[in-house]
């Protein structure tokens, strides 16, 4: 549902507006949504290009004074876009726009939060190391912190915002990302049921409901310039992870299931329509899925950083393709990755997402399938248990016809443009492990097979890191955050999971849960924070790369970290010769320095702490870094 059919006599009084500000105004088609405020138009292009805001992302997150016909007409009496002025553009956004993306959302402790000492967080008392209950402490507390809801307007005036009403209050992950996002909810969830808040993570999963109801399809996050991308599909895995929780009654979780069934059926449909390729392999062609971006034009919230990349591609059809191809690396979530580009070492503008059939999506669908039909068996529905369990395990075969390579003993991602494997090795290749994609040919989670991955070169390398374990083994570019050497909490958790899911390996995935923790919690102990990525190389310390600074917070990095105390309660002890100083290196690593640690305020970045460069870098005992 778009907002001109919630809103159809407004969005023709736009549209007739917009035809006084330019042609490229005009036509919505390829465009991230029908704004021509939030998502395309001449508007948008001034004050990306202007340069008004240190990230594109403040903008679009702002609220309308007034309606958008005022602001269009407002601004439209400028005249010609290339004569408007940084200053003329400030006094029409005071006046037109509220002055902070925050004015629509309010800070929400959750209902059901409940501090350690009135009883929440229950594992709390079991977790054997007394460091890791404090921090455990600390991130249940955050829940408190990064509790949102959204005021009525967004929900009565929806034009006014690109912010997307939803009924139930969320956890965001923190920093710039100040709404809910797809993928990240999975592990925030997690977190949330191992805080014993069921409530609000039921709630969560019911706004994803929602949108699919609304949109046909979970878009990236909660903002109408993401409509047309979505990310990494796993609410199938969130009801999982919610009616399996120990102190969910059997009845609830039959009452959920009934809710969820017909949009997850419906989110089936949107990737199978919409983000179906064949591959051919060996002579035998294969129904897989891949990313798209939507859209041929910039990403609103990084438009500035998009219409830079293109700046030189002269070919209109190319440029639209390089918009399409940036806008499905952003709905991998792997924003961005050599694992993108035409080969890992091509320029950043040479990314061809589309071209390319990744290995972890394709096994979070045959998680999907399997779990819709574990949840129609449930239901008593038996036919479409069947239909959904054949297509799962039809997926599973299909994934280790195109993507297994027994020489790496590793999967690889597909490369349409040039018919076969690529050469790389990414973490995301361990997802058909984590999501037990069993097929009828080969089970992946037998003790062979898996001994089998644990002995692989891949691994060796991926996991010989003190700091984590890298997204990939290319070195990172300017643009290319998901790359050595920054971890990912969601990477990590998979491989571990996906190993622990054999008793044969828990001793493995232990002593890979304690080196996360550990890292996690010796950034936490030096700064009292807990970042979106960390680097693999220094112990503790924050990554860096990609087209903004590192965010604190973190929802996918806390609910991580209690996910694994859940796992290893007691196990996870932290001994004095494993305990690191903040950002110990690697003997003979090269990873690139991280970016400082800055914090948006009102539109503008702040220095949170002192940075030192290094000076005398073979007697320092540490590494200062700004906060």
Known sequence: MTRACLRPFLGMMICSIANLVGAQDTDPDGMPC????????????????LKLFPDSKWFVDLPLKVPPAVALAEFAKLGPIEGISADQMRIFLNSTFLSSPENNMVVRKPIDYKSVSDGGLSLHQHIAEAKYQVMAEAIHEKW????????????????????????????????????????????????????????????MILNFVHLIDLIGHIPNGNRVYYEKRSQPPFLAMMVDAYIKHPSMPAEDSRRLILECLPALVKEHNFWMTERAAVVTRDGKDYVLNLYKGGITEPRPESYREDFETAANVTDDKQREQLYADLGAGAESGWDFSSR?????????NSIRTETIVPVDLNAILCAQERLIGEFYQTTGNSAESDRFANLARQRADAIQAVFWNEEKAMWRDFDLKRSGQREEFYLSHIAPLFARCRGSTVDIMSTSFMNKLLNSPDIVQVTSYPGGFPASLTAAGPHTQWDLPNAWPPSQLMLIEGFAGNPEFRKTALSWAQKWVTAVYTGFEAKNLFYEKYDVNKVGVYGGGGEYVVQDGFGWTNGGILRLLQLFPTELQQSEGERPSAGKTASGSSGFRSAPLLELKNGAFQIQASSLALIFAACAAFVFSLE
């Open 144 to 203: 408190e912190s990064l509790g949102r809801t959204i005021i009525d307007d967004v929900r009565d005036n929806p034009d006014q915002h690109s912010l997307i009403y939803l009924p139930n209050p969320f956890i965001i992950p923190g920093g710039r990302f100040r709404e809910i996002y797809y993928w990240d909810s999975f592990w925030v969830i997690q977190g949330l049921l191992v805080s014993g808040m069921t409530e609000t993570a039921r709630g």
């Open 340 to 348: 993108w580009m035409d080969t890992a070492t091509s320029p950043f």
């Open 34 to 49: 029908d704004s021509p405020i939030f998502c395309y138009g001449s508007l948008l292009h001034t004050v990306q290009t």
